[in-house]
């Protein structure tokens, strides 16, 4: 089967697909969505990126968090933004020897029988993991019903990856695990995070957080043992939640160490 690496992929060529998957969904407001993504950095383009950040702000001021905002169109646009500018980058560098020597992290992880891709919007991210690692099983997780369930679970028909809509529905004790972007779209992440790391126990882990940066969907403080915690703290804390679960931080040279890597440290079931 012959298929489009989203890596690969020039930026014009991924909203493209991008496009092409939401039409094929039948997604609501595509011309808006088209619009966003082809004149991003334009005022009247960004524009309606930053009302909805407003409103998911004031939602949060208001103690009554609107997560009907993941819903969308705009939200969808920043999906394709994330993966351009954020997701495509990170696994492109796993592919890079000299990051991870001696042959880097991709493969590093070429054994992997089962690898899970958490909160994977679209999928263009899974899609990716699925080119990278073709002799692996590839799992995404989204939340469903959604829009962004659905357009992943038509792209997993293409690219042979499957979607659950909980981590725990697992059985399997994954061999790596993919987080991007993620863990900060939960009010409560450490309890999150015991929930679907700490119960299925992925051998490896690459993680990239982003608790203290506005962002559509992130909080401003976070619920840590029930105490509000600034996101500029919660790092150092779903660190140290990770080291007690297990795992232990491998030294990396990723800038900024994004994503983190991390591997069990006993390699035992679930």
């Known amino acids: 089967?012959?298929?489009?690496?989203?890596?690969?992929?020039?930026?014009?060529?991924?909203?493209?697909?991008?496009?092409?998957?939401?039409r094929t969904a039948?997604?609501?407001?595509?011309?808006?969505i088209e619009r966003i993504i082809f004149d991003l950095h334009k005022y009247?383009?960004?524009?309606?990126?930053?009302?909805?950040?407003?409103?998911?702000?004031?939602?949060?001021?208001?103690?009554?968090?609107?997560?009907?905002?993941?819903?969308?169109?705009?939200?969808?646009?920043?999906?394709?933004?994330?993966?351009?500018?954020?997701?495509?980058?990170?696994?492109?560098?796993?592919?890079?020897?000299?990051?991870?020597?001696?042959?880097?992290?991709?493969?590093?992880?070429?054994?992997?029988?089962?690898i899970v891709d958490m909160g994977n919007g679209v999928g263009i991210t899974t899609a990716a993991l699925r080119i990278m690692f073709p002799n692996s099983k590839i799992i995404g997780t989204n939340v469903k019903p959604s829009e962004q369930f659905t357009i992943a679970l038509q792209l997993g028909a293409s690219y042979d990856f499957t979607m659950v809509d909980d981590m725990r529905?697992?059985?399997?004790?994954?061999?790596?695990?993919?987080?991007?972007?993620?863990?900060?779209?939960?009010?409560?992440?450490?309890?999150?995070?015991?929930?679907?790391?700490?119960?299925?126990?992925?051998?490896?882990?690459l993680i990239a957080n982003t608790?203290?940066?506005p962002a559509t969907g992130h909080f401003i403080e976070y619920l840590i043992d029930d105490k509000p915690t600034h996101g500029s703290k919660v790092g150092r804390l779903f660190n140290n939640a990770l080291r007690d679960i297990g795992y232990e931080k491998i030294k990396t040279k990723l800038w900024n160490n994004r994503p983190s890597y991390w591997k069990l440290t006993t390699y035992g079931n679930p």
């Not at 039948?26 to 808006?32: A, D, F, G, R, Y």
């Not at 409103?55 to 394709?80: F, T």
């Open 44 to 114: 009247k383009s960004e524009k309606p990126l930053y009302e909805m950040r407003d409103k998911w702000y004031d939602s949060l001021k208001n103690q009554k968090p609107d997560y009907s905002i993941y819903e969308l169109g705009e939200y969808l646009a920043e999906v394709w933004f994330c993966w351009e500018t954020c997701s495509k980058k990170y696994l492109k560098n796993l592919q890079i020897p000299k990051l991870y020597p001696p042959y880097g992290i991709q493969d590093d992880n070429k054994n992997s029988q089962l």
């Open 26 to 32: 039948s997604v609501k407001n595509i011309e808006l």
């Open 1 to 22: 089967m012959n298929l489009l690496n989203p890596l690969t992929l020039s930026s014009i060529e991924s909203k493209r697909l991008f496009l092409k998957l939401l």
């Open 211 to 213: 608790f203290n940066q």
């Open 169 to 205: 529905q697992i059985t399997t004790q994954p061999d790596l695990a993919i987080a991007f972007e993620y863990f900060e779209h939960f009010e409560q992440p450490l309890q999150h995070l015991g929930e679907t790391i700490g119960a299925t126990k992925p051998r490896r882990l």
